[in-house]
């Protein structure tokens, strides 16, 4: 590599795009939808999203409160105690043992593949045939919403476990670094093409885009520019993130409602996409300050938005609410009075409830406040250990990154989907990867002014 060369890559050698940041991550997409929520006039929610304005000025000071306090903790878990943030171990690679990240990541694997093959072969197994599938091709009406509630319903247990396919991304980006591609690339490409076929069979967006996140985090981070025009190219990703999403979006959204039900109602079909988009982000933050402008939240007896993956856990479902009947009901229940409350306040087609608000629904503002600086401090830490190229921060912030970028729409971190791939990598990254052998310190640090190259990441 040239010298140019290795001064261009070296803000990418140790996850130098400024959009990786936490506090960017979580801040730009939060305030962005915030503004845009409050500037909306009441007339708006009414006209294209069919229900009453919620978000008051109020509102926007806690979303910004909120902000503060997270970047607050990022900049507080992120800060160096001893070398600088930009030291990276010369020998990295020999502080994880690789061995057993090949294991895990086979075992990831052969998880999902055989959890994908009994989702669909049960769906088979019920009637699901090409016709089917051409039906949504040809846009036929409620096709789609056909094909997911007849034959790809959810199935305890094995749904979840197609979520191993988080682990396999996360697992194998890095483990790519420090053998080649050649050695994951097909397993990579194969959890991709089947995240592709269930984003489409099953109208589930979050599928693909939960895979490709994290791909695109540990790819950046492992994975440096090698010219000056694929560094600005990188530092500008997310001036083309939000046209690609849009892109994406309105093709998914085509064979989802447009095609079977709005083609008949709206004019334009790019002016809709447009504002389904919009709505989805504005709605989430109006849903969450609907909950939290209610007097008691609680008396509607909804599950806890934080830890919803608990109340949707197999088994563990039905002996938490028992134990703790002030939290809530069981998840069916709460579904039904969640739509039940917004039927009566807002709109039943846009649900997301904002993963901003969740945690101040759930605990009061005070008690949000000191969610979101705990998820700052966290959040923090993985990333600086991200930067520094240790277990840690390799195989957990990737998947925190998800939640980070739609925390406006959704709370990502506590839904169920997460908790497969997230608990596995945790007790990994605390017992079984981190090479004990090796004292911390002891390794030697590249500095900016070392001559030492940068490690190969293709050898």
Avoid at 36 to 47: D, E, I, K, P
Avoid at 135 to 148: E, F, K, N, P, V
Avoid at 293 to 316: A, C, G, H, K, Q
Avoid at 366 to 371: E, M, N, T
Wanted: charged fraction near 15%.
């Amino acid at each position: 590599m040239s010298e140019q060369a290795r001064e261009v890559s070296k803000p990418a050698n140790n996850g130098g795009a400024w959009w990786l940041h936490p506090a960017v991550a979580f801040s730009l997409p939060v305030v962005i939808a915030g503004i845009t929520a409050y500037n909306t006039g009441s007339l708006s929610y009414l006209r294209f999203w069919r229900t009453q304005k919620y978000f008051s000025l109020s509102c926007l000071c806690l979303v910004f409160g909120v902000v503060v306090v997270f970047a607050g903790g990022c900049m507080l878990g992120g800060a160096r105690r001893r070398e600088r943030a930009c030291d990276i171990p010369a020998d990295w690679k020999l502080g994880i043992r690789w061995q057993l990240v090949r294991v895990l990541f086979n075992l990831s694997f052969v998880l999902t593949m055989l959890a994908y093959v009994i989702w669909f072969g049960v769906a088979i197994k019920n009637g699901l045939r090409l016709s089917a599938i051409s039906q949504i091709l040809h846009t036929a009406s409620g096709a789609t919403y056909d094909l997911r509630d007849e034959y790809l319903k959810t199935i305890p247990g094995v749904t979840t476990a197609t979520q191993f396919g988080l682990a396999v991304i996360v697992l194998g980006v890095p483990l790519s670094a420090v053998t080649s591609w050649r050695r994951v690339r097909w397993q990579l490409l194969a959890v991709f093409v089947l995240a592709f076929i269930r984003s489409f069979l099953n109208s589930e967006r979050l599928a693909i885009i939960e895979l490709l996140v994290p791909f695109i985090v540990s790819f950046v981070s492992f994975r440096p520019p090698t010219t000056r025009r694929a560094y600005r190219v990188i530092q500008a990703a997310p001036v083309f993130g939000p046209m690609v999403l849009f892109f994406f979006f309105a093709a998914a959204e085509y064979f989802r409602s447009w095609s079977s039900f709005y083609v008949n109602r709206e004019s334009s079909f790019w002016s809709f996409i447009g504002l389904r988009l919009m709505g989805y982000y504005t709605t989430a933050l109006n849903n969450g300050a609907m909950e939290w402008r209610v007097s008691n939240p609680l008396s509607y007896r909804l599950e806890p938005v934080t830890l919803d993956f608990i109340w949707r856990f197999p088994f563990v479902s039905k002996l938490v609410p028992l134990l703790f009947p002030f939290f809530g009901v069981p998840a069916q229940v709460s579904d039904y009075r969640y739509d039940a409350l917004l039927r009566a306040t807002a709109n039943p087609e846009l649900t997301n409830p904002s993963g901003v608000f969740g945690p101040i629904v759930d605990y009061g503002v005070a008690g949000g406040i000191i969610y979101w600086f705990l998820s700052g401090l966290i959040c923090g830490y993985l990333y600086r250990e991200l930067r520094l190229h240790k277990a840690a921060g390799i195989f957990l912030y990737p998947l925190l990154y998800i939640g980070l970028a739609e925390a406006a729409r959704i709370l990502y971190w506590a839904e169920g989907r997460l908790f497969p791939a997230m608990f596995l990598l945790v007790i990994s990254v605390l017992f079984i990867l981190p090479n004990r052998r090796l004292r911390s310190g002891t390794l030697p640090l590249i500095r900016e002014t070392s001559p030492a190259p940068t490690p190969s990441l293709t050898a």
